[in-house]
């Protein structure tokens, strides 16, 4: 099919669009089912305490054998306990899978990783002049025409 | 992720070194590989809705599975006068970002790269997601890229120019 009018480039866009939409909501439904470990939905849900589960989110607290995480799932805010010993700071994104106890307790981590918060920031921070630097050569290469509303060579 | 620098100067180099051979490689299009090669991230407007509160994280991941992105490709491809040579180019940068991504370290599960024909995740484990030596080393090479070109132009011009 040759998409050189804007009503049929309307229309494949939109079934594309569509078939994103459906794949996205497809994914966020059922990617807990498939996961290797639970996370926070089966958490909320049925608690698997004894289980190996994989839990994320922001160090909020720290003591000498103990930290807490804090994470945003679905707009819910979730605290956990874990415990470990593991060299942390505020504000850390830690991923961890461990051994779920009771009151939202990691008790026994089997694996952690540790992002620490400064480097996120610099990690931003170079992505974002990064883009700045791709936006400014892409215009020097193509140029959008507002008539036929597509980019063109320059 | 490994950071876009790494991203971009990775599909620069490959990019630039593919042009030696196949002209098609020309800048306007390397820079639509460059764009492909960050796609796969447009899932991080995460990053700017849970400043707001909101966690679409999981609403959207899907953005950042092959099968995602291909079809935002082609969502932009549709955008351009060339749309098949387009989403082509944007299609090779895409596949750089994954080959990159599958390098890092993921504690849960790796990236469903068939999804949504299977959930088997991928990973290779081997660099840490906020890593900046891989950065120091894709610039490098990107250098070394950049240098060795200029290089081989420099002598095909003369050649060109004594013949």
Redesign the interface.
Same mark, same amino acid.
């Given at each position: 099919m040759k998409l050189n009018t804007p009503l049929k480039r309307m229309v494949t866009g939109l079934i594309l669009v569509a078939a994103l939409a459906v794949l996205c909501s497809n994914y966020a439904t059922e990617y807990e089912y498939h996961q290797k470990y639970p996370s926070y939905g089966a958490l909320i849900s049925d608690y698997p305490e004894g289980e190996v589960v994989n839990v994320g989110g922001t160090v909020t607290h720290i003591s000498s054998s103990q930290f807490q995480i804090l994470e945003n799932y679905h707009g819910q805010n979730i605290n956990l306990s874990i415990n470990s010993s593991t060299p942390v700071n505020l504000e850390d994104q830690v991923s961890v899978v461990g051994i779920l106890g009771p009151n939202n307790t990691i008790i026994q981590v089997e694996r952690v990783e540790v992002n620490e918060y400064w480097k996120y920031l610099f990690l931003l921070l170079r992505s974002f002049l990064a883009v700045i630097l791709l936006i400014f050569i892409f215009y020097r290469y193509w140029s959008f025409d507002w008539k036929s509303f597509e980019f063109r060579r320059r | 992720m490994p !950071? *876009?620098?790494v991203h971009?100067a990775v599909a620069w180099s490959v990019c630039r070194i593919l042009s030696f051979r196949y002209p098609q490689f020309n &800048?306007?299009n390397t820079?639509l590989v460059?764009?492909g090669s +960050?796609f796969p991230d447009a899932i991080k407007i995460s +990053?700017l809705t849970?400043l707001v $509160?909101? !966690?679409v994280w !999981?609403? +959207?991941?899907?953005?950042h599975?092959p099968?995602?992105t291909f079809?935002?490709a $082609? +969502?932009v491809a549709?955008?351009?006068?060339e749309?098949k040579s387009?989403f082509l180019f944007l299609s090779m940068g895409i596949i750089t970002h994954y080959l990159l991504d599958l390098l890092l370290?993921q504690? $849960?599960?790796g990236m469903?790269l068939f999804? &949504?024909l299977s *959930?088997t $995740?991928f990973t290779l484990n081997l660099v &840490?997601? !906020?890593d900046?030596y891989i950065?120091i080393m894709a610039l490098f090479i990107a250098l070394i890229v950049y240098l060795v070109s200029r290089l081989v132009e420099k002598r095909k011009f003369n050649q060109e120019n004594t013949l």
């Open positions: - | !950071d *876009w620098v971009l &800048p306007a820079v460059m764009v +960050i +990053i849970e $509160g909101y !966690d !999981d609403y +959207i991941y899907v953005f599975l099968v995602g079809l935002l $082609g +969502i549709l955008l351009f006068r749309k387009a370290i504690v $849960g599960y469903a999804y &949504p *959930w $995740g &840490p997601n !906020d900046y950065t």
